[in-house]
């Protein structure tokens, strides 16, 4: 069974950063395409980060483009999202995502795409 357990949440100020962190179990190696997610109160969820396993090719939601890096361990067991210059409309909680097809560019934007998605961590950034 796919587990994912997010960790590193927090509070911040305005401008600063923090760095989430999921850990993935029972994958086997399987996943191919991988994910933060995020929904803030009263509104949708939004992907704001894809990275693929193989080749790790990365993509980002206009809204955190050059702020936001995701990454992942070379085991592919674990997930990162480091996230700088940090804004109050970056408040939410955050998910990581994971599923075992190379999403393709139509799909990998969508929340329920992902077959597997953790508990999530909050982030909350003041001004």
């Known amino acids: 069974q796919v587990e994912l357990v997010e960790f590193g949440g927090g509070s911040v100020q305005a401008g600063g950063s923090l760095r989430l962190a999921c850990r993935i179990t029972?994958?086997?190696?399987?996943?191919?395409?991988m994910a933060w997610f995020r929904q803030a109160p009263g509104k949708e969820r939004e992907v704001v980060a894809v990275?693929?396993?193989?080749?790790?090719?990365?993509y980002y939601d206009d809204s955190v483009k050059g702020r936001f890096t995701i990454s992942q361990a070379n085991d592919k067991t674990s997930l990162s999202l480091r996230m700088d210059s940090l804004k109050p409309e970056d408040t939410a909680m955050y998910y990581c995502?994971?599923?075992?097809?190379?999403?393709?560019?139509?799909?990998?934007?969508?929340?329920?795409?992902?077959?597997?998605r953790g508990q999530g961590t909050q982030v909350t950034v003041s001004s």
């Open positions: 995502a994971a599923d075992f097809s190379a999403l393709t560019y139509d799909r990998r934007f969508v929340v329920g795409q992902y077959k597997f």
């Open positions: 029972g994958a086997r190696g399987s996943i191919r395409t």
């Open positions: 990275i693929y396993t193989s080749g790790e090719s990365t």
